[in-house]
């Protein structure tokens, strides 16, 4: 597969997501309130026919109310708590089952896990880096769809009925991207959003999906500005388009059944959240600490979590606390906290290979080995394991291994203390 260095293209395209420099902010791709505990599926239903949604087309647009108007949060103080994250040996267990991981018959034996539902690994793979579904239980591959000459995969969501897949579309011009959406047979694929037909290069920019039922999620830029975009959000049982927000934004994540995203106003980032199926606003606490920059966010039904704009501490709030937790990387480490996948008590990201868990309840962080791809979504960890035969970033590779590790079973870490 030429194009299997999927990861580190994110990492160079998705920060053009941030509506300001990368001093300020890194990438897209989710404390509201107690009420806040819907558990959000993350798919769609089949698509309308594919267009590029503007607010001036969408089918019903609302604004995001004002701070006069918005729902407000509780006024008792935010406790925050530091906590230093420390770099430990992976545990043997889990070395050992990444090893002993099932080999697809894909063609050219190469495939990145990009997202996991059940007993079900999605990624891309191939000699062409196609999307493909490995069902590890039942040991069988499918071919879901195939991808452009051009085509680099990027980000993925699945929910028990439908995929949604985020592709730049084109080598040369990384803001030409495109969002897909099929049913998990991979049938009735369209794609729902992208770059328009008139993109000239290096106006826009891509966004990470985000998903709450059968609705979706994702930021369009309006107009050739860098600093507007507009938060779309489609149904996509009807194909009806809204328009929940348009300024300087900080792409949306799903939490429990609510949309959060982050708005930049006069230098102070602010968060808020709107209920994926009214679009109407949902409490948060006005001091969540992000005024000075979100570098990645992200959201399980139970946590809120965003990176900081300089990639080294991590931020996470519980709505049924009123504490919000830091975790902090030691001066120099480069584990860059972006491209977060929180599942349970862990967190799986990509700062650069290899990938990284963080054990929220220790601290404890770990990288899991060489070659191994990480995806972790409902309640499931994703691996799969590309041995490198031959030196440099081409170089031959063994046939994916690849398997599903719960969660809760995931061998403990050593402590940090």
Known sequence: MTRRAVRPAVVAV??????????????????????????????????SEPRTVTPSTTASATTRPTPSSSATGSTAALTVKNEAACLVKEPAE?????????????????????????????????????????????????????????????????SPKHLVWLTYDSAADPTTWSLYAADRSGANRKRIAGSPADHREGEGRATQPAMVGERVAWTQ??????????????DLDTGRTSTLAQGNLFPPVAMGASFVYGELTK???????????????????????????????????????????DYTTLSVWEPSKRT???????????HAFQ???????????????????????????????????????????????????????????????????????????????
């Open 14 to 47: 998705l920060a053009m997501a941030c509506p300001v420099a990368l001093s300020a902010c890194s990438t897209s791709v989710p404390a509201p309130s107690a009420t806040l505990t819907q558990e959000a599926s993350t798919g769609t239903a089949k698509p």
């Open 94 to 158: 889990l070395k050992a089952h990444v090893e002993s991981g099932w080999q697809p018959p894909i063609e050219g034996g190469q495939f990145q896990a990009l997202t996991v539902a059940g007993e079900t690994v999605y990624g891309f793979g191939g000699a062409n880096g196609d999307v493909y579904a490995v069902d590890v239980r039942n040991k069988t591959v499918a071919k879901l769809a195939t991808t452009s000459a051009d085509a680099s995969p990027a980000w993925m969501i699945a």
């Open 221 to 234: 830029a309006v107009g050739t500005r860098t600093d507007l975009s507009a938060v779309q959000v489609m």
């Open 267 to 309: 230098g102070q980032w602010s968060l808020h959240a709107a209920d994926a199926a009214t679009l109407r606003p949902v409490a948060l606490p006005r001091d969540l600490p992000v005024k000075g920059g979100i570098g990645h966010l992200a959201a399980t039904p139970e946590r809120l979590l965003w990176g900081s704009a």
């Open 324 to 334: 919000v937790v830091r975790y902090r990387l030691p001066a120099g480490d480069e």
């Open 339 to 417: 491209f977060l996948q929180p599942t349970g008590n862990h967190v799986a990201w990509f700062a650069s290979w290899p990938y990284s868990i963080l054990d929220l309840r220790s601290g404890a962080l770990y990288d899991v080995g060489k070659d191994v791809s990480v995806a972790s979504a409902d309640g499931r960890v994703a691996v799969s394991w590309e041995k490198k035969l031959s030196a440099g970033n081409s170089g031959q590779r063994a046939p994916a291994k690849v398997s599903i590790i719960a969660e809760a079973d995931l061998p403990p870490a050593p402590t940090c203390r």
